[in-house]
């Protein structure tokens, strides 16, 4: 929060990227090496933690050496503090956990991003959701702990981290030693954090996404009026009536596959989505108080140009003015 530090940051970032120009470790071109910052995460957006994840990594010399900055330079207080921040950011746990976290985000990022659109198709969402828990199965396996930790410990030579010993004793960052008596660091590191946290993740999948679900979202994407009910299925619909046995009896769940085989042809179906709900508000700001008089097909032209608003203005003036021009023609 302090501009004092992030100036800081800012010039330390600068140094970092032209010792490495120096050294051939980066490339200079158009558009590369950007400035950024510390991203904020916030409370309800998960991409917004993986941002900061990220920022941490690609930030991690120049946020060291601000950390020794300031436990040099600055009062008593933000002196001791920066000093016992230092202490936890140079150790081997916090960079496994940075790249725990990334390795997590990055498999998830595409599924949390699919759920966040304002339409998606639910089988697209529902694939990424099986691909998603077939990546973290593949990560937890020795292959993927292998290649993860290879990972780690180039990171941390790179930036002269020490690298603990997998086969000798835990020591934690400024945590008391007896809740960790005679813990090894391959179980701890291997088993309590990465096997640990991945099978939570996948836990919280399973649980907010479990087969009934999973199904049941599959078969309710039939009811999709996108590309002339192209995603219409009768044995979906069929099984997706299964899910309510109280509202279907036996006379009615024989005939539902002849009923819906009837519907395409002479019945619609009132389905509500959310484009039809964004196209009835936007109606309330087109047909307002000083336009509550306009024709149907005025009110149309003026709904599709405020719809597709963001088609509309990729159009150039002149291709208007010519397009009127020519109509007096």
Not at 118 to 138: C, G, P, S, W, Y
Not at 232 to 242: G, H, S
Request: glycine letters at 4%; one cysteine or more.
């Amino acid at each position: 929060m302090s501009c004092k530090k992030i100036r800081m940051l800012r010039i330390a970032q600068a140094e970092y990227m032209i010792e490495a120009l120096k050294l051939g470790e980066i490339e200079s071109g158009q558009g590369l090496n950007q400035e950024m910052g510390l991203a904020r995460p916030g409370d309800t957006r998960w991409g917004s933690h993986y941002k900061t994840v990220m920022h941490v990594m690609l930030l991690y010399p120049s946020i060291k050496k601000l950390l020794f900055k300031v436990g040099k330079e600055c009062n008593e207080a933000e002196a001791i503090g920066a000093q016992t921040m230092l202490q936890v950011f140079q150790s081997f746990e916090l960079v496994f956990l940075l790249h725990m976290m990334n390795e997590i985000f990055g498999y998830t990022s595409d599924f949390c991003n699919a759920l966040q659109r304002r339409e998606q198709d639910i089988v697209n969402a529902m694939d990424l959701l099986e691909f998603t828990k077939a990546e973290l199965d593949v990560l937890r396996e020795d292959c993927g702990w292998k290649e993860f930790l290879g990972k780690v410990t180039s990171f941390c030579v790179k930036h002269k981290v020490k690298v603990v010993d997998m086969d000798g004793k835990y020591k934690p960052i400024q945590r008391s030693r007896k809740f960790f008596r005679d813990a090894i660091n391959y179980h701890r590191f291997h088993a309590d954090m990465f096997l640990g946290v991945i099978d939570r993740q996948l836990q919280e999948l399973n649980n907010r996404f479990d087969e009934v679900n999973t199904e049941l979202l599959r078969c309710m994407a039939s009811f999709s009026p996108a590309k002339s009910f192209s995603a219409f299925n009768v044995d979906n619909l069929v099984k997706l009536a299964k899910f309510y046995p109280s509202d279907f009896d036996v006379e009615e769940m024989n005939q539902l596959p002849f009923q819906l085989n009837r519907y395409i042809s002479d019945v619609v179906l009132p389905v509500a989505t959310a484009g039809v709900e964004r196209v009835f508000s936007s109606m309330n700001y087109i047909k307002n108080k000083l336009r509550s008089k306009m024709g149907q097909e005025y009110l149309n032209d003026c709904l599709v140009t405020f719809i597709e608003r963001d088609f509309f203005l990729q159009v150039k003036d002149k291709d208007i003015i010519n397009h009127f021009q020519n109509i007096n023609k």
